[in-house]
T-cell receptor
Framework: GENVEQHPSTLSVQEGDSAVIKCTYSDSASNYFPWYKQELGKGPQLIIDIRSNVGEKKDQRIAVTLNKTAKHFSLHITETQPEDSAVYFCAASTPGNKLTFGGGTRVLVKP | DTAVSQTPKYLVTQMGNDKSIKCEQNLGHDTMYWYKQDSKKFLKIMFSYNNKELIINETVPNRFSPKSPDKAHLNLHINSLELGDSAVYFC???????????????FGPGTRLTVL
C-alpha cells in the first residue's frame, strides 16, 4: 500500500520567514495530493491541493510543488504569521479516494 | 452551517462498554469516511462508505462496525472498548469516492474517545 513520509516533524520559524514541509510517497498510482492544517482541538482543514497533472499550484501565501518522477511534493508558506502555527499534514490519494497521511509537521511561528 | 458534524465531541467510558459516534454531513456528498488519530497525531483511514455501500475497510478489529442509514449519515459503533481504542475519531465526506475518482475530503471536528 501507499506510504507517505513527511519532514520535518517540527518546524520553528520567525514571523515573516518562509516555512517548507516536504513529503515523499511510494505508490506511483497516487494522483491527488492535499495538504491539511489542523489547529488544536479541531479537525483537519484543507488548505491547498494538487493533482498529478500539475507541477505547481499557488494560493496567496501558500504554494505546493509536485515532482512525480521523484515522488515528492512540498508545501511552501511565505511571510508566515502567528496564526499559521498548527500541525500540517500532507496526504496522497490513489484512485478511489483512499487517503494516506504523512506523520504531520508541527509549525510554530514566533512573533 | 456545519458541513460535517459529529456527536459527541467528548466520550469517556469504561473498558468493556459499547459506544457509538454519530456523523452527519449536509454537503450532499456521496462518500463518507472514518479516520482514527492516535496520541502521536497519526491519521489513518478506517472505513469508507459510498452511497451506503462499504468501499474501504482497513485492517480494523471487528469490534468496530460502521453503519450508514443513508448517504448523509455514517455512524461508528464500537463493542467491548479497550484502552487502546482511546483516540480522536474523525468523520469526513467527499463528493465521490468510488471507481477512479479522487475528490477532496472534508473533515468533521472529531470525537475524543477516552477509555478508562
Amino acid at each position: 500500500g501507499e506510504n507517505v513520509e513527511q519532514h520535518p516533524s517540527t518546524l520553528s520559524v520567525q514571523e515573516g520567514d518562509s516555512a517548507v514541509i516536504k513529503c515523499t510517497y511510494s505508490d506511483s498510482a497516487s494522483n491527488y495530493f492535499p495538504w491539511y492544517k489542523q489547529e488544536l482541538g479541531k479537525g483537519p482543514q484543507l488548505i491547498i491541493d494538487i493533482r498529478s497533472n500539475v507541477g505547481e499550484k499557488k494560493d496567496q501565501r501558500i504554494a505546493v510543488t509536485l515532482n512525480k518522477t521523484a515522488k515528492h511534493f512540498s508545501l511552501h508558506i511565505t511571510e508566515t504569521q502567528p496564526e499559521d502555527s498548527a500541525v500540517y499534514f500532507c496526504a496522497a490519494s490513489t484512485p478511489g479516494n483512499k487517503l494516506t497521511f504523512g506523520g504531520g509537521t508541527r509549525v510554530l511561528v514566533k512573533p | 452551517d456545519t458541513a460535517v458534524s459529529q456527536t459527541p465531541k467528548y466520550l469517556v467510558t469504561q473498558m468493556g462498554n459499547d459506544k457509538s459516534i454519530k456523523c452527519e454531513q449536509n454537503l450532499g456528498h456521496d462518500t463518507m469516511y472514518w479516520y482514527k488519530q492516535d496520541s502521536k497525531k497519526f491519521l489513518k483511514i478506517m472505513f469508507s462508505y459510498n452511497n451506503k455501500e462499504l468501499i474501504i475497510n482497513e485492517t480494523v478489529p471487528n469490534r468496530f462496525s460502521p453503519k450508514s442509514p443513508d448517504k448523509a449519515h455514517l455512524n461508528l459503533h464500537i463493542n467491548s472498548l479497550e484502552l487502546g481504542d482511546s483516540a480522536v475519531y474523525f468523520c469526513a465526506s467527499s463528493q465521490g469516492g468510488g471507481g477512479w475518482r479522487t475528490d477532496t475530503q472534508y473533515f468533521g471536528p472529531g470525537t475524543r474517545l477516552t477509555v478508562l
